[in-house]
């Protein structure tokens, strides 16, 4: 499977996916599950099954979870010298650079997005993450304190690795979401279980491939594909494991909360987002129009931080809706092996039908519809770019989270920055949220007003692996990325030592 693939001819990757169920990575080997379950693999574009993966129930859970335990308590892993967990992690960002062609067809024809977006976003991504996190396994460190005791103390804190870690993650980036949460954990000296979302196991099971290629210890790292109810529930609850990190929606966020709290196992939630754009009549909306429509329709929608509520100047709105009802109806939307696709479907019937339920709700509600608000082909999940325009506040599609390509446009005139923030922080998420404005100090003002984990002002780049990324309220808590990225995976211990 080491071999390049082109893109648009995906024929002997197909035919090798075919032959046999993918297995779970299991203390170093390849197992099928205990009792031979199996999940369908389907192709988003098309809505037919290409593959199959093996579904792993509580007592695979139970052996990688004891994998996971032994190879952190006899110091396979955390004994291992620094530089050397250093070592392997560049060692594995080598190897998904090297196979990275192959990685992205497979996201791709796992979750549908655009070929590139999997080929630099999602490979190409993880190795700049695992790259990032490889040199933070050299710099974990605690700090040195004076008391202030009577006599001559030593007072110093030390960081260690949290212990054996679950990781759960999505299906809208899932290879990206597994090293980012695999990278951080790692360097910080933690084992760990990683459970890949049921509908994308593809891209797991290869990165176990490259984990064992690269020579980790067996038992580092784990991978146990399956469902939530079978795989998932059995990770959370199970007592060898210490920390839950989870990204996906808040319901099933609140759940794992509930469920871990009996054994305190310490959590880490990234979940939805409900997030504000702002566009200010001083905008330059050569550059705010177009970054705006790739907010909300970049991956189908399918983005936690996706600016799906669109704040508008009146001086400008006309504009904007014309800009941006421009970009979706030129959207190229199709497979996302074909090429010049921008756009690829939904990963799954019941997120299509989920997101038609939410344009079907603002339509009866009488919302205006300016473009889209259809689904597009017979065989795969497709929706159309869709925008609405002025829906009420207390609507479903203005309240809830689609995860769908779906904007709600809103006017607003020269309201206060304290009022214009009120409008935005009026949900029950705050993940994300950007400004676009020449006025820089009202860029400032708005920004602290805003109660989100990220403000981006006049634009951003790809994800960056040094910005942490987290939110507020039902957007969960704990950050990812950066030095509170590795740190969520450490505990702080306080050592006192009387020198007199």
Known sequence: MNQMFDPARPDALCAELAAAPRKLLIDGAFHDAEKGQVLDVIDPATGRKFAEATAGGAADIDAAVMAARRAFDDGRWTG????????????????????AEELALLETMDNGMPFMMARMGGAMGAVGMLRYFAGWATKVSGETITPSWPGEWLGYTRREPVGVVAAITPWNFPLAMEVGKLSAALAAGCTVVLKPAEQTPLSAVKLGELICEAGFPDGVVNIVTGTGAEAGAPLVTHPGIDKISFTGSTVVGQHILRESAGTMKRVTLELGGKSPTFIFADADLGRAIPAAAQGIFGNAGQVCAAGSRLFVHESVFDQVMEGITERAKTLKIGAGLEPGTEMGP????????????????????????????????????????????????????????????????????????????ARGNDTQYGLSSAIWTQDITAAHKLANRLRAGTVRINGSGPPDPALPLGGYKASGFGRENGRAGLEIFTELKTVTVSLN
């Open 80 to 99: 291992l010298p620094p530089a050397r967990r250093q070592d392997l992690l560049l060692k594995l960002a080598d190897l998904i650079a090297r196979d």
């Open 346 to 421: 939904l990963v799954s019937a019941v997120q299509r039908d989920r997101v038609m339920g939410y344009i079907d709700a603002g339509r009866n509600a009488g919302v205006s519809l300016l473009t889209g608000g259809g689904t597009l082909g017979e065989g795969g999940y497709f929706v159309e770019p869709t925008v609405l325009v002025e829906p009420g506040a207390h609507l479903s599609v203005v309240r809830e989270e689609i995860f769908g390509p779906v904007l709600c446009a809103m006017r607003f005139g020269d309201d206060d920055l304290d009022a214009l923030a």
